[in-house]
């Protein structure tokens, strides 16, 4: 495959992921205004990021088979067809128990992208390639959640409809370009049963596994994590710590170049070192951060940088964890890759909206469930990595591949 149109597949790839993160986030600065012009509390809205996980969980479990029996081009067709719509009733939405339904609905739609561009890279790409591809689209993943409410704060000033106007153009966008530009990657004869039974048998046999298992439960409380920092860290930086709005997204901004980098030197690390043993490096690395972060909420410090740094160093390894577990679980499943993709992916959302929701459980008026939260993902994670690799796989770090 030429380099020219390696970058084409991997730029459309990158366009449908960020579907489901930008309208996770591009709406968080308006969450205020939205709440007041629909009549209910700040709470009831920030409820709304946590349906849109659960939305985004629920939907990859349908569209993982759907997309290895059916195809990639249909599923994400199919997806962005029902974003459009529920994009396009956004902005002319009255009632909260609407705006509820239409944002789980909308999740619904974002899911299909988020399973079908790792199962199209598992088609078209093997060794470094799909390394380089899974990486990018990655940086992707993991940046636009971070970009989002960045720009969400530079468009709520001019109405929070505005956001929803966009989220409809780009779908309508991303539409004509996956109909006209992208071909259709899964052979005849890799196309699985639709059969109830074979969907379940290979559900089970994924989330069975005690090879695949333990990475797919790190990646999940890693990204939860993630989550957890996306819906907590207003309230902790601009309540807590009193820092101003435009302060916040400067702050923001310092975590999206941090992913950046460290996503970037993937592909320099698995040249040197295995998938695996990056993986665990990184989840070490960030278990360190989610430490610090706990020890300063205690300490109450009274530099916001006392929470910003541990942060820091637990985000900026996220696309590293994301990229190597991709690589590693879809390896174990070739013919079965849209169906692992929705195991990870909807395992990954699904720990998100838990996150979510055990966050708003409290309400200490300090940074303590923040910092335990993310605390409390990462350590899942460390743990259930170095378990699975020392008591499922048979083998030891050491010599996992």
Partial sequence: MTKTMFARIVMILCLICAMGPLSTDMYLPSIPAIAQDLATSVPTMQLTVSIFFLGMGIGQLVYGPLADAYGRKTVIQVGTAIFFITSLGSVFVSSVEFFLFLRFMQSLGAAAGVVVINAVMRDLFDGLEFVKAVSVTM?????????????????????????FVILTIYAFSLFVIVKFTMKETLAEENRQSMQPGVIFKNYFEILSSGKSLGVIVAQMAN????????????YVY???????SSYYGILFAANIICVALGTSLNTKLVKHSSPLRV????LLFSFTGALLLVISAHIHFESVFSIVLPVIMFICVIGIVGANATTYVLGLYREKSGTASAVMGSLRFAGGAFAGFVLNSFDTGNALPFAYTIFACSLISVSSFWISRIFYSGKSLKHSS
Avoid at 223 to 234: D, K, N, Q, T
Wanted: glycine share 16%.
């Fill in 139 to 163: 940086l992707t993943i993991n940046i636009a959640p971070l970009v989002a409410p960045t720009l969400g704060g530079l468009i709520a000033p001019l109405g929070w409809r505005l956001v």
């Fill in 223 to 234: 990204g939860a994590g993630m989550f957890a920092f996306i819906a907590g860290s207003p």
């Fill in 238 to 244: 601009m309540t807590i710590y009193g820092v101003s």
């Fill in 279 to 282: 993986l665990f490096g990184a």
